[in-house]
């Protein structure tokens, strides 16, 4: 992609070192280059690049492409926990997917195990009932094209990133990971689970 090569060039010309911009699909390089910014050239069978903690996805299956998952009753509890007077949102926690319906922390359960994820055939892309279909609510078509396989690989250590909330931002800053291991200390700073997609549905 030349705009993302020119990127990355620029990138690393203004901060004098190698900078990649890569997306879920990039291959990087298993050996950077020293030579020159493009990295077009370079080619891998896994996708190893990672930001932050993300080494979970790579110890557990070799590859960093995990989806986050957030408990919202853990949430709604650590909430009145705090008694900050406002309600912490999920979105604090930068998760891919919020689940509800679960007891606070069992999610934490949930790790070594597989999550399946079912669309409700009777609705439709607009998540409105199909009135004609109300006899199979639950039905699943049997080539499996509604179901989606997750498998939750470990609990999610929280660095300072949480401290901020990106859609409250006028709350400001709390010491997230540090209220975390004081107030819940047989966790530690740990919030929501990692979990990599087995299998697609639609």
Request: aromatic share 6%; net charge negative.
């Amino acid at each position: 992609n030349d705009g993302r090569d020119a990127l990355s060039s620029f990138m690393s010309d203004s901060s004098g070192e190698e900078v990649r911009l890569v997306t879920a699909s990039s291959k990087p390089s298993s050996k950077p280059s020293t030579n020159n910014h493009n990295s077009s050239n370079n080619s891998s069978s896994i996708h190893t690049h990672q930001f932050g903690n993300t080494r979970s996805g790579v110890r557990n299956r070799g590859d960093t492409r995990t989806v986050h998952l957030v408990n919202a009753a853990t949430v709604r509890e650590l909430s009145e926990t705090l008694g900050l007077g406002y309600p912490i949102a999920a979105s604090r926690f930068r998760p891919n997917i919020v689940v509800d319906g679960l007891k606070p922390w069992a999610e934490f359960d949930l790790v070594g195990k597989s999550l399946r994820v079912t669309r409700n055939a009777n609705r439709g892309n607009d998540g409105k009932d199909d009135d004609n279909n109300n006899d199979n609510e639950d039905e699943v078509e049997e080539d499996g094209t509604n179901t989606m396989v997750l498998d939750v690989i470990a609990r999610t250590v929280r660095c300072e990133g949480i401290s901020y909330d990106p859609l409250q931002p006028t709350v400001g800053r709390l010491d997230m990971p540090k209220l975390l291991a004081r107030n819940y200390p047989q966790h530690g700073p740990y919030f929501g689970v990692y979990a990599v997609v087995r299998s697609g549905g639609t």
